[in-house]
């Protein structure tokens, strides 16, 4: 074994075992926060459940059968304890087990995040390389210009545009994209297509810039000009070390937007009315449905933690030379 | 003849075309069966049905719902005993017959025979005494229990095993109306009040809950014992959930859904005449309360003054696209049997207004919540148009408006904007006129009145009604504790291939009657 693969999986280790002890912290304070959070912003469970004609009495009998009326200490220690032996309660607004909700809507964002990925990724990879070999002209300036153009534009207008011209005029897809999880596999995949589209969209410029300035950085360095001149074929040059520099600062940025697509985008799942996290989670709070809120909010924190670190382990691999913070302190 | 300035464009456009041709193509192939997903297809006559609604916000059970959303998802899975037509007429549903004793103190209801639960179980007696024990029980957490607090003594099995007797606190001579409102299907003796009804949706409707995907749809299937079963045409009937009425319109533009509630937007957006319409109906009204106990307000010349300086008829057609009536200031719905006579219309009348001021200025602030925005936003300008008023606003969500709490705003600030669904005229007496009355925020009082309203609900004869209607509606406006500017009525675009007519509006009252209606989709 190399000293440096050596190295490789110590840093690896020890970033593992870091993250180990830190993930479960972050997310028991985020939970705490949660649950407190929501005791401040206004509104009553009971009232929304009831209705504006259901009298106080009525709606504190129906906070007490629902074990909302309890001191808040005590409340969230019985959800916590619950919690960890699996069983998340139910929802007040849906009047549906958490776990099942939860852990369904967290599939529906995964493929809708992982579809908009799918779409984004190659696309900025090809915009961005393009760019950087042809620097300068007029064509870097035209998808420049484009793409920031594109991202300026709310993804709600994108969707808006996108909805009337492919479900309204042309009725290829239908306005409403949940389609039903137990069908088509096909089916599901257009009905996903538009809001992936705009998911991507809001992330392509930025991405694309970064995948440019990479690769700029990349071909104009002396490691790729020895490449080329010790005969190396350009796909090689390419492959082997322009893609590999290039992506690093990608790399951290992409880690980033996955985890955001994975924990589900609000304003493109209310647009398309697809059964996501993030509408989901909107809800909860709205309605003040603290036990939906926090299996939710404890599911997006892990998926985003778990994508952050790995990026981190990507990084690791991709370039010897990070060694993170506890190591570059010795 | 193509410069160079035009080319790149050209190619943009070309280079856009095939985009979105492309795309179109890639959609269209991964379709496998065509057109919407949601909309489902049938083999039986009538076809299938798709809705739009929003979300429901309250629970999903037929004895506690309390907003429309979630009203109509457990109406087509349950029913009522007695229903109302787009008139106001009562319509015979579970129920057969019904008839008021000699006194007035009892009403008895047949109920029809052979009407089966969608489990198969026999509805008998039991089962409505059940029901209407839980919904107005001491333990109800039941909205509709406000209806029968004060009226309904007791419910019991009648003398025949098809009737039902309801004993009464007081004579109430439009009891039958209390029976379409709010929470009153009937459900199984066995159902338990608070258990998740939503898991095993039994009622006797005309239709069967089959799945409900929390957040997105509902689907029914007929319900073959359904008493008039031969008259729902219909084999299956979808709701779709939307985030909001731009998204409901959008899906009845695309086709995916067969009906579109009538508004504003509707109006500008589609050409309605190339649809069908339901026959509009009354159900609700967005009453200006004036608390009577506070200055400026405690003057009955300035309640009457901001009475005369609002423009009803420009209301009715900015605020509610022409779907509504000019109202007075009393509360008798345009639809119900007596009308009062004798009050004549308020219109704007600017002279009378500087009369009733006489040079004082006139300053509060309108508080709603956003649904009623746009009203509070006229009311506001065309208030502030006139010498002598100095008009603010402040909107609230939902959740602060209706905050629990002795100081929740819309019963304790000086004038608020809320809306009203349809009720009996004696019904608002008591809720809304009645001293300490719980949703009184007005603040008024007037024992007169309640001894008239009381004396109403006992009258036997119409001419009697008609004489104590008069003088209830002089006196209601000319207190001015609520300013009603108009009565809403709602209707529904269909499209073309809808058949058949709605007997009723499609609300609690209305039943949710899809009985005639076909879909050649």
């Given at each position: 074994?190399?000293?440096?693969?050596?190295?490789?999986?110590?840093?690896?280790?020890?970033?593992?075992?870091?993250?180990?002890?830190?993930?479960?912290?972050?997310?028991?304070?985020?939970?705490?926060?949660?649950?407190?959070?929501?005791?401040?912003?206004?509104?009553?469970?009971?009232?929304?459940?009831?209705?504006?004609?259901?009298?106080?009495?009525?709606?504190?009998?129906?906070?007490?059968?629902?074990?909302?009326?309890?001191?808040?200490?005590?409340?969230?220690?019985?959800?916590?304890?619950?919690?960890?032996?699996?069983?998340?309660?139910?929802?007040?607004?849906?009047?549906?087990?958490?776990?099942?909700?939860?852990?369904?809507?967290?599939?529906?964002?995964?493929?809708?995040?992982?579809?908009?990925?799918?779409?984004?990724?190659?696309?900025?990879?090809?915009?961005?390389?393009?760019?950087?070999?042809?620097?300068?002209?007029?064509?870097?300036?035209?998808?420049?210009?484009?793409?920031?153009?594109?991202?300026?534009?709310?993804?709600?207008?994108?969707?808006?545009?996108?909805?009337?011209?492919?479900?309204?005029?042309?009725?290829?897809?239908?306005?409403?994209?949940?389609?039903?999880?137990?069908?088509?596999?096909?089916?599901?995949?257009?009905?996903?297509?538009?809001?992936?589209?705009?998911?991507?969209?809001?992330?392509?410029?930025?991405?694309?810039?970064?995948?440019?300035?990479?690769?700029?950085?990349?071909?104009?360095?002396?490691?790729?000009?020895?490449?080329?001149?010790?005969?190396?074929?350009?796909?090689?040059?390419?492959?082997?070390?322009?893609?590999?520099?290039?992506?690093?600062?990608?790399?951290?940025?992409?880690?980033?937007?996955?985890?955001?697509?994975?924990?589900?985008?609000?304003?493109?799942?209310?647009?398309?009315?697809?059964?996501?996290?993030?509408?989901?989670?909107?809800?909860?709070?709205?309605?003040?449905?603290?036990?939906?809120?926090?299996?939710?909010?404890?599911?997006?924190?892990?998926?985003?933690?778990?994508?952050?670190?790995?990026?981190?382990?990507?990084?690791?691999?991709?370039?010897?030379?990070?060694?993170?913070?506890?190591?570059?302190?010795? | 003849?193509?410069?160079?300035?035009?080319?790149?464009?050209?190619?943009?456009?070309?280079?856009?075309?095939?985009?979105?041709?492309?795309?179109?193509?890639?959609?269209?192939?991964?379709?496998?069966?065509?057109?919407?997903?949601?909309?489902?297809?049938?083999?039986?006559?009538?076809?299938?049905?798709?809705?739009?609604?929003?979300?429901?916000?309250?629970?999903?059970?037929?004895?506690?719902?309390?907003?429309?959303?979630?009203?109509?998802?457990?109406?087509?899975?349950?029913?009522?005993?007695?229903?109302?037509?787009?008139?106001?007429?009562?319509?015979?549903?579970?129920?057969?017959?019904?008839?008021?004793?000699?006194?007035?103190?009892?009403?008895?209801?047949?109920?029809?025979?052979?009407?089966?639960?969608?489990?198969?179980?026999?509805?008998?007696?039991?089962?409505?005494?059940?029901?209407?024990?839980?919904?107005?029980?001491?333990?109800?957490?039941?909205?509709?229990?406000?209806?029968?607090?004060?009226?309904?003594?007791?419910?019991?099995?009648?003398?025949?095993?098809?009737?039902?007797?309801?004993?009464?606190?007081?004579?109430?001579?439009?009891?039958?109306?209390?029976?379409?409102?709010?929470?009153?299907?009937?459900?199984?003796?066995?159902?338990?009040?608070?258990?998740?009804?939503?898991?095993?949706?039994?009622?006797?409707?005309?239709?069967?809950?089959?799945?409900?995907?929390?957040?997105?749809?509902?689907?029914?299937?007929?319900?073959?014992?359904?008493?008039?079963?031969?008259?729902?045409?219909?084999?299956?009937?979808?709701?779709?959930?939307?985030?909001?009425?731009?998204?409901?319109?959008?899906?009845?533009?695309?086709?995916?859904?067969?009906?579109?509630?009538?508004?504003?937007?509707?109006?500008?957006?589609?050409?309605?005449?190339?649809?069908?319409?339901?026959?509009?109906?009354?159900?609700?009204?967005?009453?200006?309360?004036?608390?009577?106990?506070?200055?400026?307000?405690?003057?009955?010349?300035?309640?009457?003054?901001?009475?005369?300086?609002?423009?009803?008829?420009?209301?009715?057609?900015?605020?509610?696209?022409?779907?509504?009536?000019?109202?007075?200031?009393?509360?008798?719905?345009?639809?119900?049997?007596?009308?009062?006579?004798?009050?004549?219309?308020?219109?704007?009348?600017?002279?009378?207004?500087?009369?009733?001021?006489?040079?004082?200025?006139?300053?509060?602030?309108?508080?709603?919540?956003?649904?009623?925005?746009?009203?509070?936003?006229?009311?506001?300008?065309?208030?502030?148009?006139?010498?002598?008023?100095?008009?603010?606003?402040?909107?609230?969500?939902?959740?602060?408006?209706?905050?629990?709490?002795?100081?929740?705003?819309?019963?304790?600030?000086?004038?608020?904007?809320?809306?009203?669904?349809?009720?009996?005229?004696?019904?608002?007496?008591?809720?809304?006129?009645?001293?300490?009355?719980?949703?009184?925020?007005?603040?008024?009082?007037?024992?007169?009145?309640?001894?008239?309203?009381?004396?109403?609900?006992?009258?036997k004869t119409t001419a009697e009604k008609q004489t104590l209607a008069d003088r209830i509606a002089t006196i209601e406006n000319t207190d001015t504790a609520v300013i009603v500017p108009a009565f809403a009525t709602g209707s529904y675009v269909l499209q073309k291939t809808v058949k058949g007519t709605f007997s009723g509006p499609q609300d609690f009252p209305g039943g949710f009657d899809f009985r005639g209606i076909s879909n050649s989709k």
């Amino acid at each position: 074994m190399t000293t440096t693969s050596v190295e490789r999986r110590t840093v690896l280790l020890g970033l593992l075992g870091r993250r180990i002890v830190q993930i479960p912290v972050v997310l028991l304070v985020v939970s705490i926060l949660t649950f407190w959070l929501l005791q401040v912003v206004p509104g009553n469970p009971g009232r929304n459940a009831l209705g504006q004609y259901a009298t106080v009495a009525q709606v504190r009998a129906w906070n007490h059968t629902n074990g909302l009326d309890g001191s808040l200490v005590g409340r969230y220690l019985h959800w916590i304890g619950g919690f960890f032996a699996g069983d998340w309660g139910q929802s007040l607004v849906y009047s549906t087990a958490v776990k099942e909700l939860v852990i369904g809507r967290l599939g529906n964002s995964l493929l809708l995040g992982l579809y908009a990925f799918v779409i984004m990724v190659p696309v900025a990879i090809a915009l961005g390389s393009a760019q950087a070999y042809r620097e300068g002209r007029r064509s870097d300036r035209a998808i420049t210009v484009g793409l920031l153009s594109l991202s300026a534009v709310p993804e709600f207008v994108v969707g808006v545009v996108l909805l009337l011209v492919f479900a309204v005029w042309l009725r290829v897809v239908p306005v409403q994209s949940a389609a039903d999880a137990s069908g088509d596999f096909l089916d599901r995949l257009r009905v996903m297509t538009l809001p992936a589209v705009v998911l991507a969209l809001g992330y392509l410029a930025v991405l694309t810039r970064m995948v440019r300035s990479g690769t700029s950085e990349a071909i104009t360095s002396q490691f790729h000009r020895t490449a080329v001149l010790k005969g190396l074929s350009p796909a090689a040059v390419v492959r082997r070390h322009v893609i590999r520099n290039a992506l690093v600062p990608t790399l951290s940025v992409l880690g980033i937007y996955l985890g955001t697509l994975l924990g589900g985008s609000v304003i493109v799942e209310t647009l398309f009315g697809y059964p996501g996290l993030g509408a989901l989670l909107v809800t909860a709070a709205e309605r003040k449905d603290v036990l939906l809120l926090e299996g939710g909010v404890m599911i997006t924190g892990a998926v985003s933690l778990l994508a952050l670190l790995l990026t981190d382990i990507c990084f690791v691999l991709m370039d010897p030379r990070i060694r993170f913070d506890a190591r570059e302190s010795r | 003849m193509i410069t160079s300035r035009t080319r790149p464009r050209r190619a943009t456009r070309i280079a856009l075309a095939a985009s979105v041709a492309a795309l179109s193509v890639l959609l269209a192939a991964c379709s496998s069966g065509g057109g919407s997903s949601s909309g489902s297809s049938s083999s039986a006559s009538g076809g299938s049905y798709t809705l739009g609604l929003a979300e429901p916000t309250s629970t999903i059970d037929p004895e506690t719902t309390g907003d429309y959303n979630a009203m109509y998802v457990v109406g087509l899975a349950s029913e009522g005993l007695i229903s109302q037509n787009s008139k106001g007429v009562l319509q015979p549903r579970l129920a057969s017959s019904w008839k008021a004793a000699s006194d007035g103190l009892s009403w008895t209801v047949t109920l029809r025979k052979n009407v089966k639960f969608s489990n198969g179980k026999a509805l008998g007696a039991k089962d409505v005494v059940a029901t209407f024990d839980s919904i107005a029980g001491k333990d109800s957490q039941s909205p509709g229990a406000s209806s029968f607090q004060g009226i309904l003594k007791s419910v019991a099995p009648g003398s025949t095993a098809d009737t039902v007797v309801f004993s009464l606190d007081r004579p109430f001579s439009d009891f039958p109306y209390l029976l379409t409102g709010s929470n009153t299907t009937i459900l199984p003796a066995s159902y338990k009040a608070g258990t998740n009804w939503i898991k095993d949706p039994v009622g006797a409707g005309q239709f069967i809950l089959e799945k409900y995907t929390p957040g997105q749809s509902v689907t029914y299937k007929k319900n073959p014992d359904y008493w008039d079963a031969k008259h729902v045409k219909l084999s299956a009937v979808t709701i779709n959930f939307y985030a909001d009425a731009q998204a409901q319109l959008l899906a009845f533009q695309s086709g995916e859904i067969d009906q579109v509630a009538y508004s504003p937007t509707v109006a500008s957006t589609l050409k309605v005449a190339d649809y069908r319409q339901t026959t509009p109906a009354y159900n609700k009204f967005d009453g200006i309360f004036l608390n009577v106990k506070q200055a400026p307000l405690d003057d009955v010349a300035v309640r009457q003054a901001i009475a005369l300086a609002i423009d009803r008829k420009a209301i009715v057609k900015s605020v509610y696209a022409g779907q509504a009536t000019v109202a007075d200031d009393y509360l008798y719905f345009p639809n119900y049997a007596v009308q009062p006579d004798g009050v004549p219309q308020r219109e704007q009348d600017l002279a009378k207004v500087k009369q009733l001021l006489g040079g004082k200025k006139v300053r509060f602030t309108i508080t709603t919540l956003t649904d009623e925005k746009t009203l509070a936003e006229v009311v506001q300008q065309q208030l502030n148009a006139v010498p002598g008023f100095d008009v603010s606003i402040k909107i609230l969500t939902s959740a602060q408006y209706y905050a629990d709490g002795a100081s929740t705003p819309w019963l304790n600030a000086p004038v608020t904007i809320t809306n009203w669904a349809q009720r009996l005229p004696s019904q608002y007496v008591n809720l809304l006129y009645k001293t300490g009355a719980a949703w009184n925020a007005s603040k008024y009082s007037n024992p007169a009145l309640e001894k008239l309203s009381n004396q109403y609900d006992e009258a036997k004869t119409t001419a009697e009604k008609q004489t104590l209607a008069d003088r209830i509606a002089t006196i209601e406006n000319t207190d001015t504790a609520v300013i009603v500017p108009a009565f809403a009525t709602g209707s529904y675009v269909l499209q073309k291939t809808v058949k058949g007519t709605f007997s009723g509006p499609q609300d609690f009252p209305g039943g949710f009657d899809f009985r005639g209606i076909s879909n050649s989709k």
